[in-house]
């Protein structure tokens, strides 16, 4: 008597029903934690860059600017979007001047960082004074360049994530102060997506 190995069929649908379940349950979960890891990046990516063009202001006694650039060579000038998602560059700038389209050499600047295009379908929007660029001066100070800048994903406002830049060069996370599910600015504004 010989016996037949295999599945049957009932069997067969069971088990596919199970993974099925499975994953309807797992791929939305994998996709926030990409979503959020995306995040966490861009943010401590932004925020380790303004670190350290301030203590590159600081220990060369120059000043130095992060500004947008999608190239590592000029800098994106004009234009009111603020979007950093393009990357930027950290260059110093000896003779200390705002709006700079790009790296002059020839003029005493050093390319110090560049940071490429943002991973997935997030933005980095600054407002205010850091739309386009930051200088810090030799003393760690960002004079003229306080300002918000948020990171948003297609997910909104309850999970942006924000970095406020001060006058004195200070760069924290912004929190959600008043637990609205939306992080405030250094005036306790919410900071909406756009």
């Not at 993974?19 to 861009?42: C, D, E, H, K, M």
């Not at 350290?52 to 000029?74: E, F, H, M, Y």
């Not at 990171?151 to 924290?172: F, H, K, P």
């Amino acid at each position: 008597m010989s016996r037949q190995n295999g599945f049957s069929l009932i069997e067969v649908i069971v088990t596919m029903a199970i993974a099925a379940i499975v994953l309807s349950i797992g791929i939305p979960s994998f996709q926030s934690y990409t979503q959020n890891n995306r995040q966490t990046i861009a943010i401590n990516g932004l925020a380790t860059a303004l670190q350290l063009a301030r203590n590159s202001a600081v220990s060369r006694r120059i000043p130095v600017t992060l500004c947008k650039s999608p190239n590592g060579t000029n800098c994106v000038i004009g234009g009111g979007s603020g979007d950093w998602s393009q990357g930027w560059m950290i260059f110093t700038n000896p003779n200390g001047i705002n709006g700079v389209a790009g790296l002059d050499p020839n003029a005493g600047e050093e390319l110090l960082r560049v940071h490429g295009r943002l991973q997935g379908n997030s933005t980095l929007i600054g407002n205010n004074n850091v739309i386009n660029q930051i200088t810090f001066s030799p003393q760690g100070l960002a004079l003229g360049s306080n300002g918000t800048i948020t990171n948003c994903d297609s997910r909104g406002n309850t999970t942006a994530a924000a970095l406020v830049i001060s006058v004195g060069g200070q760069v924290r996370q912004a929190e959600d102060t008043d637990n609205d599910g939306i992080v405030e600015n250094g005036a306790e504004d919410p900071v909406p997506c756009p």
